[in-house]
């Protein structure tokens, strides 16, 4: 069994689409790589300030932290801080990044896998010098991911797609599921997509066929041109998986969640 260690950078996972994520979820992803995780620190904003003027946001957020320690999770705090610019006008800064490297760095002496939540380019060096002591470095990010970062990491899981990740809304007969378009012939309309159908890297289904008359985008039918873009940045799309009578499967009533993964 691999020793394994998980950092969450909490501020990028929830303002790039990790918003209600399960966090037991995520343990669950990495131990299916063949590991037993030792670390799991999940670094988090917090507004000391606001928390004590504001006792329903304080609420919010003490239960918030105390889901990730439900969960196994150690909470890193970082405290926002205030900057008054000479314009007037106000800085708010709660960088956890800094934290989140050295401690990566420090603990990986006893680690052999490495899970980084974040999406955020500046954790490129990083992962290289995880790399370059031998560890085995995987991501996990939703939304704004750096392309140099997807490439470096050993592999890249768009959490979106992650299974039992984040909640779908209105599947009560389980077919509504997130997948990633992965080819499309925009001259004539169609496409095919694949899922996750578990946690191991080849846990994925491909070739569910997606026409493009089904696939809508804030409520518009989507262009032969938006379609061909979707595909070139592996867009995540939401679907109802249906027997296609083919032996297959086709995609009905799908929408984009996000425009690239």
């Known amino acids: 069994m691999l020793k394994a260690g998980i950092f969450l950078d909490m501020e990028n996972l929830n303002m790039n689409g990790g918003w209600g994520m399960r966090y037991e979820v995520i343990k669950e992803l990495v131990e299916a790589q063949g590991t037993t995780v030792l670390r799991a620190n999940a670094y988090v904003a917090v507004d000391t300030s ?14 918030r932290r105390e889901k ?3 969960a196994g999770f150690h909470i890193v705090e970082k405290e926002i801080k205030r900057y008054r610019n000479s314009d007037g006008t ?3 800064k709660a960088n956890a990044d800094l934290d989140m490297a050295v401690d990566a760095l420090l603990q990986a002496e006893n ?20 790399q370059n002591k031998g560890k085995r470095v995987d991501a996990i990010a939703f939304n704004n ?16 797609i992650i299974p039992k990740l984040l909640p779908i809304k209105h599947n009560a007969q389980k077919r ?9 012939n925009d001259e004539k309309g169609y496409g095919f997509l694949s899922i996750r159908t578990g ?3 080849t846990d994925i289904e491909s070739g569910i066929f997606c026409h493009i008359s089904q696939l809508t985008e804030d409520g518009v039918n989507i262009t032969n041109d938006r379609f ?15 027997e296609s009578g083919r032996g297959g499967f086709q995609a009905e009533s799908a929408v984009v969640y996000q425009g690239n993964s």
């Open 50 to 63: 606001r928390e004590m003027r504001d006792y329903e946001y304080k609420e919010k957020a003490q239960n």
């Open 68 to 70: 990730m320690r439900l």
């Open 90 to 92: 106000e800085t708010v």
């Open 111 to 130: 680690l052999d896998y490495i899970m980084i939540g974040s999406g955020d380019g500046d954790f490129l060096r990083l992962v290289r010098a995880l």
């Open 145 to 160: 991911v750096s392309g140099d970062l997807r490439r470096e990491v050993d592999y890249y899981f768009p959490g979106a």
């Open 176 to 184: 509504r599921v997130r997948g990633v378009l992965d080819y499309v």
């Open 199 to 201: 946690y191991h890297v």
């Open 228 to 242: 061909s873009t979707l595909a070139s940045s592996n867009a995540v799309i939401e679907f109802d998986r249906v």
